[in-house]
Structure formats: structure tokens, C-alpha cells
């Protein structure tokens, strides 16, 4: 970081930086190097370990995408649990849904905190909807130890750096497979794949090796620079994918929820995936 610009450390010759109008906070947490701040073009904006997070202004890309479509390609989710997320942006859209139950769990609690603290305006209230459960805890924890079944695994994770690296290993996949009801699905983020391929690759094999149904969407985030991020679509049953338009678009409006990136013609595009994605799938 220099006097007023906070410059991402993510990759070795290529850098993000945004201006730092204000910090608002910035700590050691247990687990990573946490610093809130404004920026004039992105809002508040969460960093962890040199990482943007989320912003105030384009989470809506990521955390759209992140439940919209396997909410919807679903049709009858009733038990959701993510992991990571911790700044609450997937949880708020998850509960958008009528979904029974959303857990969430959280390796840090101070990103809970201090996200509900500088970031209301991303989880909207959902840390106190009566439907959420939060379990501070490692995601690798809970779904080797769980009995509970969900519908929808949203891995909301950090980049495979310190706490998250067991996030993208086999065993963990393995164990979320566990987790999942029959024709439940499992999303995972799975980076930017221009310059992340070994990521996305790694996700890939995993995901090939325990899934009949497996693959990649995109969404282009602006905060995640370098191209489209990839996030992992991972399920027992094809018949979520085969989800038609018309069924999309009946269920999209039957729900009333606004957005501002997803819609059906958005779901089923984002799995058109140009050539050098698909070269890294092998
Ligand atoms: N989408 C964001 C990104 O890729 O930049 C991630 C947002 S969210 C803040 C990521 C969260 O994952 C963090 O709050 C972090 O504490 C949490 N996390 C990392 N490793 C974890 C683990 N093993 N179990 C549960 N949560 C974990």
C-alpha cells in the first residue's frame, strides 16, 4: 500500500490498484490482513491478505451469479449452505428465495463483524433473517462432520491462500458431495482463469472425477480483473443444467426478485465458455 492507493497482491506481474479515500478499518484478524476503505468509482471496498473482496458497487456481478442460477435451475431448494461468504452478499441473495434454511460457515468472525459494520448495504439484513444460521468454523470442518443434507453448496471462498487452500482440495469436493440431497448442486468460486489456469484447472479435474454434471459458468466482475471469473457447477443430476428457458423465465418472474445482472438469458449463456476455458478442462 502507498499513501493513498491500495495496490493488490494477488499476482507477481499484474496489479489492481484503488484509491483510498478513506480507510475505515484495518487489522490483523486471526486468520488474514482485513482493510475496509472508499474508493470514489467502487464505495467501501473489503480486502483480505492484499485481495479485493467485494465492493460496494459491482458485488451485485458475483453474488448473483453465485445463487441465482442454481437456485432457480433448481426449482425447489429449501436448504442452502454456503461457506465463506462471510461479508454476507451471497447469504442476502440466497434469502431472496424462499428458501427453509441458509447456513453459513465462516472461518473468521471478524469479517462478519466488521462486514456488518462498514458493509451493511451488501448483506441487507440477512445476518438477522430467522432463516440464517451462522457457524463460525472451517467449511472442511463442518462438511466432514455434518449430518444435514442441502440443496445448494455455495463455496464463497477466498483465493487458495492460507485458510482457504483446503477449500480446493478433493477431499473437500468429496465431502460437499456428501452433503448434498440428490439433485443438489454445488457451486464453487473458481477465479479468474486467465490468470488463475492452474486454479480453474485444479477445480476442474476435482469436479470431473466426483461429478456426472460438471463444468464452469462465467461472470465478469469488474473488481476481478483479468476477464471472466469461472465459477464451478457440480451435481449428481443433469437435469438442473437442462433446466429450459421457458421454466427459467416463468420461475424468474414468479419470484419478483430484482436484479441487476442475472436473468435467464444471462443463466444460460454464462455456460457458454469461450476456447481457452475449455482448453484448461481438458
Ligand atoms: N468472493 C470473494 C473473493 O473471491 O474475493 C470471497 C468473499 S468472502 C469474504 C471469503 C471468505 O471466505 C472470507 O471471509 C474468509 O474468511 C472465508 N474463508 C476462507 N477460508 C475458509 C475456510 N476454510 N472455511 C470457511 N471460511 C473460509
Not at 490483523?28 to 472508499?38: A, G, R
Not at 424462499?98 to 463483524?113: C, Q
Not at 479468474?192 to 489456469?197: E, N, R, Y
Request: overall charge negative.
Amino acid at each position: 500500500m502507498t499513501d493513498s492507493w491500495f495496490e493488490e497482491t494477488l499476482y507477481a506481474n499484474f496489479q489492481l490498484r484503488l484509491r483510498i479515500n478513506n480507510v475505515l478499518h484495518h487489522q490483523k484478524t486471526d486468520y488474514q490482513d482485513l482493510i475496509v476503505f472508499e474508493n470514489g468509482q467502487f464505495g467501501r471496498v473489503l480486502a483480505l491478505d492484499g485481495a479485493i473482496q467485494t465492493t460496494e458497487a459491482d458485488e451485485f456481478f458475483y453474488h448473483e451469479m453465485l445463487a441465482h442460477p442454481p437456485i432457480f435451475a433448481h426449482g425447489d431448494v429449501k436448504r442452502v449452505l454456503i461457506v465463506g461468504g462471510g461479508d454476507g452478499g451471497a447469504l442476502e441473495e440466497v434469502l431472496k428465495h424462499p428458501v427453509e434454511k441458509a447456513v453459513m460457515v465462516e472461518i473468521d468472525p471478524t469479517v462478519i463483524k466488521l462486514s456488518k459494520k462498514y458493509l451493511p448495504a451488501i448483506s441487507a439484513g440477512a445476518f438477522e433473517d430467522p432463516r440464517t444460521e451462522i457457524v463460525i468454523q472451517d467449511g472442511t470442518k463442518f462438511v466432514s462432520e455434518t449430518k444435514e443434507r442441502f440443496d445448494v453448496i455455495v463455496i464463497d471462498s477466498t483465493d487458495p491462500i492460507g485458510p482457504a487452500t483446503a477449500l480446493f482440495q478433493k477431499t473437500f469436493y468429496e465431502n460437499c458431495k456428501r452433503c448434498l440431497t440428490e439433485k443438489g448442486i454445488l457451486i464453487t468460486q473458481s477465479g479468474v482463469p486467465f490468470l488463475q489456469a492452474d486454479e480453474a484447472r485444479d477445480v476442474h479435474r476435482h469436479l470431473r472425477t466426483l461429478f456426472p454434471d460438471h463444468g464452469f459458468y462465467t461472470v465478469p466482475v469488474p473488481t476481478y480483473s483479468g476477464g471472466f471469473m469461472v465459477l464451478g457447477w457440480a451435481s449428481r443430476s443433469d437435469q438442473n443444467r437442462a433446466v429450459s428457458r421457458d421454466r427459467l423465465e416463468r420461475r424468474y418472474t414468479a419470484s419478483g426478485i430484482a436484479t441487476r445482472y442475472y436473468n435467464p438469458d444471462i443463466h444460460l449463456a454464462a455456460f457458454a465458455l469461450p476456447n481457452y476455458i475449455r482448453e484448461l478442462m481438458g
